[in-house]
């Protein structure tokens, strides 16, 4: 039997570079399709401030062990501003806005809404609830009992009574004492009455114009 000279499997090399070019051209798409973006459930590093996001669409929440709160709803021209200017790291897991002083901060991705805000509490519920939302608020993300020399447990026990039969006027000032009690400017509440309460500093202007104001009513 003879040896063809042409019996060898022959290679159709157009059709093989055809082949890797569609290959390549998928796995193009499939990298494109995975890249990072903001869509998702954002947590603000240290705070309780979430972030829903989906497209331009930006939804405000705060959340704590108790509940959750839903804070705004941006409309989307804010947001579309807003998210324009924050750079997402190269995994896709945290993001910031450069140069920002530290305004926005450093936020790190969640894997999903927690259930409590699909249920904020934004009704009229009670005083008392309301009371249980701010301790653990505070009792979660303040880092400066120790400093301030205030026991928040014990804090608790002394108000959680209080706020039980409280009526509106009487809650807003069992929160304006203990904001006093804190003794850090840098504490606030808002109501959505348009109520601003704030807590003063030991010491500076603040401090200095509510002396002068006390004594001169004495």
Request: charge should be negative; include cysteine; proline fraction near 4%.
């Amino acid at each position: 039997m003879s040896i063809q000279k042409n019996s060898y499997p022959r290679v159709n090399i157009l059709g093989w570079l055809l082949a890797t070019a569609l290959l390549s051209a998928c796995g193009d798409k499939d990298d494109k399709k995975s890249a990072p973006t903001l869509t998702g459930v954002w947590q603000k590093t240290g705070y309780g401030q979430l972030w829903q996001i989906e497209g331009q669409k930006l939804v405000s929440f705060y959340h704590n062990k108790y509940g959750c709160v839903k804070s705004d709803e941006f409309s989307q021209a804010n947001s579309s501003q807003l998210l324009t200017k924050l750079q997402l790291n190269a995994n896709g897991e945290q993001f910031n806005m450069p140069n920002d002083g530290g305004y926005i901060g450093q936020w790190h991705r969640l894997a999903q809404l927690p259930a409590s805000c699909q249920q904020p509490l934004n009704g009229n519920q009670s005083a008392s609830v309301n009371f249980e939302f701010f301790w653990q608020d505070l009792q979660q993300y303040y880092p400066f009992f120790a400093e301030r020399q205030v026991n928040w447990q014990a804090l608790y026990q002394q108000y959680a009574p209080l706020f039980a039969t409280a009526t509106k006027t009487q809650e807003l000032e069992y929160y304006q004492a203990i904001l006093l009690q804190l003794q850090d400017a840098h504490l606030s509440i808002s109501t959505s009455d348009g109520n601003d309460l704030i807590s003063i500093a030991p010491k500076g202007l603040f401090h200095n114009v509510i002396q002068q104001t006390t004594d001169a009513g004495e």
